[in-house]
């Protein structure tokens, strides 16, 4: 499982008006784009980026905030 969401985060490509159908790989919610990380409102994580355009949307490697 944590291998297909490291995948995912290296495969997907991330153009600005994208970001709105990604979402919270815990509760599917919706992520808001913060100071360049994506919030969770609903659990609370944080999810930081690997690139400037792809995400790292791993549950393990996101922080509570
Ligand atoms: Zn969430």
Redo the contacts with the bound molecule.
């Keep these: 499982m944590l291998f297909v969401q490291i995948l995912m985060s290296f495969t997907i490509v991330m153009p600005k008006d994208l970001l709105s159908i990604v979402v919270?790989p815990?509760?599917k919610?919706e992520l808001k784009m913060a100071r360049h990380k994506l919030d969770?409102k609903?659990?609370r994580?944080r999810f930081g980026f690997v690139t400037q355009d792809i995400p790292k949307m791993i549950i393990e490697e996101a922080e509570q905030y």
């Design positions: 919270c815990r509760c919610g969770c609903n659990c994580l």
